[in-house]
């Protein structure tokens, strides 16, 4: 099938901690995955993407690099902030034009 | 000024109300869809447009209408509101033409209370 599983939230961390949240995914070749960012209030932010295998994308600090041995795309900060709280979905692009999102984490960093 | 606004922010109505959620966008996107958010369910797609004469059905389509007005603007209804579409309404955009067709821009959503 086509799906998008990311590891389950919420996640709590103290600040200056490292992140890592999972993703993996179900798909016909190699499509275009995505992070986005929902802050509290606030609608989904792209926080960064990656459009072919061994793509790194990278914004604000963090990380994901799309592995197609593993299908997976995990996000990644060396060192969190009290203002990264949010809720962080995955995503990959659907040859139809539509985004399938995973069901998102969310991640509480305490200072 | 925002790309994507919806309105009204925030809605409570009662059970069999008819209610329209609006969006509009100053990106000049063709393509414009509503998703619905609900906890631990990520975000699901009701309906997608592509263009002003293309609506397409999504995963959760049942209960929903759309109209694409114009290329900047597409309303969601719900005919007959019930309690389980309470729920986080999001309006997203994208621009097939541009240099990065896969990327959705979203607006800052509907939160929406069937009482």
């Known amino acids: 099938g086509n799906s998008v599983t990311q590891m389950e939230g919420p996640v709590t961390l103290s600040e200056e901690a490292f992140l890592t949240i999972n993703c993996t995914y179900t798909a016909t070749g190699y499509p275009s995955l995505f992070w986005y960012v929902q802050y509290p209030g606030e609608g989904l932010q792209l926080l960064l993407k990656?459009?072919?295998?061994?793509d790194k994308g990278s914004n604000k600090g963090f990380e994901a690099t799309y592995r197609k041995e593993t299908t997976s795309f995990h996000l990644e900060k060396g060192s969190v902030q009290v203002s990264d709280s949010a809720v962080y979905f995955c995503a990959r692009y659907n040859q139809g034009g539509k985004l399938i999102f995973g069901q998102g984490t969310e991640l509480s960093v305490k200072p | 000024d925002a790309d994507v606004t919806q309105t009204p922010r925030n809605r409570i109505t009662k059970t069999g109300k008819r209610i329209m959620l609006e969006c509009s966008q100053t990106?000049?996107?063709?393509?414009m869809y509503w998703y619905r958010q609900d906890p631990g369910l990520g975000l699901q797609l009701i309906y997608y447009?592509?263009?002003?004469?293309?609506?397409n059905k999504g995963e959760i389509s049942d209960g929903y209408s759309v109209s694409r007005q114009a290329q900047a603007k597409f309303s969601l209804s719900l005919e007959s509101a019930i309690p389980n579409q309470t729920a986080l309404y999001f309006c997203?955009?994208?621009?097939?033409?541009?240099?990065?067709?896969?990327?959705?821009?979203f607006g800052p959503g509907t939160r929406l209370t069937v009482l």
């Open positions: 997203a955009t994208s621009d097939p033409s541009g240099g990065a067709p896969d990327t959705q821009y």
């Open positions: 990656a459009t072919k295998a061994d």
């Open positions: 447009s592509f263009d002003v004469k293309d609506i």
């Open positions: 990106k000049g996107h063709d393509r």
